[in-house]
Structures are given as structure tokens and as C-alpha cells.
């Protein structure tokens, strides 16, 4: 994938499809592959009935390859370590916070665009900095899931705020790129 543009189709066995390109489509599988209330299988299929317009015409024998090429778009062709993090942040949970933060990073309101681009959303995402509240609220939550000491200051913030910075199990989705490998049976 090329960084320097914003894709709107996958090259899939040769041929180019479609794909659905606004942040809140995307929004909407990653909310999906972390509900548990719906199977994995349920999941695949919503997977590609929004990420793919015409997912039906995609042969079956290319189902691993769209889903292969469907995570490294929602990854903007990132690469990852690897790794196993602890769970510090929800797209559901933390919609009201991510919200202004993208806001103020993009200079307008992004519900009220007609549309977004995925990439462009993730970018400011990613650009978000440390004087906002949902860089406040990651922060603490990183720190406890380390077991690290929070300052005085954190401590009286998270003690006023434990609904805001905790992560309930019922509520907890996965890490939406681990919950998306493994729906899809790829191997870390």
C-alpha cells in the first residue's frame, strides 16, 4: 500500500474491489469484532459485508487473502512488533474521548463530515497529543496495567474518574488488530 495515497479498492486475486474507505465504517467492524455477542463466524461475515460492497463477488478461495489485505489496510500498512500489550484503550468506551481529541487535531467537528477517510482519521489519531483528557485517561490506564506508581495527582484524578479510566471485563474489547487476526486464523 502506498502512504502517500488514500486507497478505495483492494487488489484481490488480480482483480480490484471495492472497499469501504469512511472512518465510521471501520469504526463499525472493529465495535464488531470486539462485541461478544456475536460468533466468529457472524463476525466474518460482517467483517465483509461492510468492508467489501460486493463481498459476494469475491471467489471463496480468495477469502484469505481480502482478510489479509483488509487488516493491513485498517493497519495503514503498518507493521507491528508483535508483541502482547495489555488492553489500555476501547474504540466503543473511549468514543467520547477520542472524539474531541481527533477534533481539535483535524480543526473541525468529523461527525459532521459527509466523509472520512480511514487513514486520514487514524492519522490524526495517531497525532493526538498529551494535553487532553483521553491522553490523561491512557496514560494512568497504561501505568496501572505496567504496575507502575501513579503520581499524587493521577491518583486523585483516577479516584474521581474510575469510571471514565477503567476497562471492565464486560466491557473490554480485544485489541481490535489481535481481535482481527484471530477471527481470521492468522498467527501471530
Not at 464488531?32 to 461492510?50: A, Q, T, V
Not at 490524526?124 to 501513579?150: D, P, T, W
Request: glycine share 6%; with cysteine; proline share 3%.
Amino acid at each position: 500500500m502506498n502512504a502517500w495515497e488514500l486507497p478505495t479498492s483492494l487488489e484481490i486475486g488480480g482483480v480490484g474491489y471495492p472497499i469501504r474507505t469512511d472512518y465510521r465504517a471501520i469504526l463499525q467492524i472493529l465495535s464488531c469484532l470486539g462485541s461478544s455477542e456475536y460468533e466468529d463466524d457472524e463476525k466474518r461475515m460482517i467483517f465483509f459485508i461492510i468492508f467489501f460492497p460486493t463481498y459476494n463477488e469475491i471467489p471463496e478461495n480468495c477469502y484469505k487473502e481480502a482478510l489479509e489485505k483488509a487488516v493491513e489496510f485498517i493497519d495503514m500498512g503498518m507493521k507491528e512488533d508483535r508483541k502482547k500489550r495489555p488492553t489500555t484503550m476501547d474504540w466503543a468506551k473511549d468514543s467520547t474521548l477520542i472524539i474531541p481529541a481527533v477534533n481539535r487535531v483535524m480543526g473541525q467537528e468529523i461527525r459532521s463530515l459527509e466523509y472520512l477517510h480511514w487513514w486520514t482519521f487514524l492519522g490524526a489519531y495517531m497525532e493526538i497529543g498529551s494535553e487532553c483528557l483521553f491522553s490523561n485517561v491512557l496514560n494512568i490506564r497504561q501505568k496501572k496495567a505496567k504496575g507502575k506508581k501513579l503520581e499524587k495527582y493521577e491518583i486523585e484524578f483516577y479516584n474521581e474518574n474510575k469510571s471514565l479510566i477503567d476497562l471492565h471485563k464486560s466491557e473490554r474489547s480485544k485489541e481490535e488488530l489481535d481481535a482481527l487476526r484471530e477471527i481470521f486464523g492468522f498467527k501471530k
